[in-house]
């Protein structure tokens, strides 16, 4: 059974983890250090913060900007559930505004025509990979005055079409990635926060181990922390209410085994996703759902639009038909707001009709670095044959 994703780890991987599990530190040591500062160089930021999951790094950075309570911080309907929890876990109030149905990410007249006198924050979507316009990023930075947060779970490696990293925060004030076992790279579960602003992130230092002072933060009863004039060793202060999320050093020892080749995971996905789209070239009623220049995207994954309307095949037939093949496929995603909690806020999907129209055609197929382009070319043939 092919997978629609799955992660690779070597060797190499496999070694190193080992001897961090059987020799060295498993929490709170060196590895972790070195991984934010392997990470942060890729990317070309400043600082970088390592979290235990990606939906971590969404929540904590959410509370790390300090928004007034029930801010309006808008985003994509087209996204995992997690960019929008973390909304409300902090107390703000998701807006979600309809897609681009050349890119799957926000469609910027959209966006433009929903901001309000209570709009804050904007939470940007790079679907399967494809990171938005800095252009869009920076007009509403600083037209619109909006906090930006670049929820890039999907496009660790990715560049803008400028050319500068994904993570550099460039265009935005925080950048949030996943390490899930289907992404770019993975620590097994795991997340990376990366940011240009030092007081961003001391906040996130604080809010990712139970809100207690870190670096050298200044201690708010100095007194309490020195006797004669020095500092007690034992001595620590919780400053803001936190949690813990922190990362462990096994996973990221196998982080600093991945990110050596990450660029090799990047450049065979853009390989594979290009035969994707020549083998779909001449194909009536399959296309790839993106249909603009994806050359600088991540691929985490790969999805198409199918024109179940011109089929005789219905998605559910076609995914089971794919599966009894040995092809494994998904749909990438139900919208957000179509889902029960979200319903029970008010939300409705038929105010958005291009996320709406996307999910309907909507079937990712499989895409990782080891899939052979053999296997590929039969994927094809098979939902070919599936939709006759």
């Known amino acids: 059974m092919i997978p629609y994703s799955k992660q690779d780890i070597s060797a190499v991987d496999a ?18 250090s070195l991984f934010e500062t392997s990470i942060a160089e890729y990317v070309g930021s400043r600082y970088a913060v390592l979290v235990s999951s990606g939906t971590a790094g969404l929540h904590l950075s959410m509370l790390a900007l300090e ?20 909304i409300i876990y902090a107390g703000y109030k998701p807006k979600f505004c309809d897609i681009n149905s050349k890119t799957l990410n ?28 800095p252009s869009f ?15 890039a779970a ?38 990376i926060i990366t940011t240009n602003d030092s007081n961003l992130y001391r906040k996130l230092l604080r809010l990712r ?16 922390a020195k006797t004669n004039k020095i500092l007690n060793p034992w001595y620590y202060e919780m400053i803001n209410l936190g949690f813990n999320y922190r990362m462990t050093e096994i996973q990221a020892e196998l982080g600093n085994s991945q990110i050596q080749r990450l660029d090799k995971f990047i450049q065979k996905r853009r390989e ?45 037939e076609l995914m089971a038909k794919m599966r009894n093949f040995g092809y494994m496929t998904q749909v990438h995603y139900l919208p957000i707001p179509m889902h029960p909690y979200y319903q029970s806020l008010g939300y409705d999907i038929n105010s958005l009709p291009r996320a709406l129209d996307y999910y309907a055609s909507a079937l ?7 899939l052979k382009k053999r296997n590929q070319k039969k994927i094809i043939e098979k939902l070919k044959f599936s939709l006759k």
Not at 67 to 86: G, Q, W, Y
């Open 106 to 133: 926000l469609d910027a007249q959209a966006v433009e025509s929903e901001i309000s006198k209570n709009s804050r924050a904007l939470v940007s979507v790079h679907f399967a990979g494809l990171p938005d316009e």
């Open 272 to 316: 594979l996703a290009f035969n994707y789209r020549m083998l779909l070239s001449s194909c009536e009623v399959i296309e790839p759902a993106q249909s603009v220049d994806t050359a600088h995207s991540a691929h985490h994954i790969f999805p198409l639009r199918i024109k179940f309307d011109k089929v005789k095949s219905s998605r559910n």
């Open 67 to 86: 928004l007034e309570k029930n801010s309006e911080v808008i985003t994509s309907p087209m996204s995992f559930v997690a960019t929008s929890n973390a």
């Open 209 to 224: 181990s139970h809100g207690v002072n870190k670096l050298d933060d200044l201690f708010v009863f100095d007194l309490n």
């Open 137 to 151: 990023l920076n007009k509403m930075k600083d037209t619109y005055r909006l906090r930006i947060l670049e929820d």
């Open 15 to 32: 070694l190193r983890v080992a001897i961090q599990t059987r020799f060295r530190s498993l929490t709170q040591g060196s590895r972790i």
């Open 154 to 191: 999907h496009s660790l490696g990715a560049n803008y079409s400028t050319g500068y990293k994904v993570g550099s925060c460039k265009y935005s004030d925080i950048t949030v990635f996943s390490l899930h076992p289907v992404k770019s790279m993975t620590t097994g579960e795991g997340g």
């Open 364 to 370: 990712s197929i499989p895409l990782f670095p080891k």
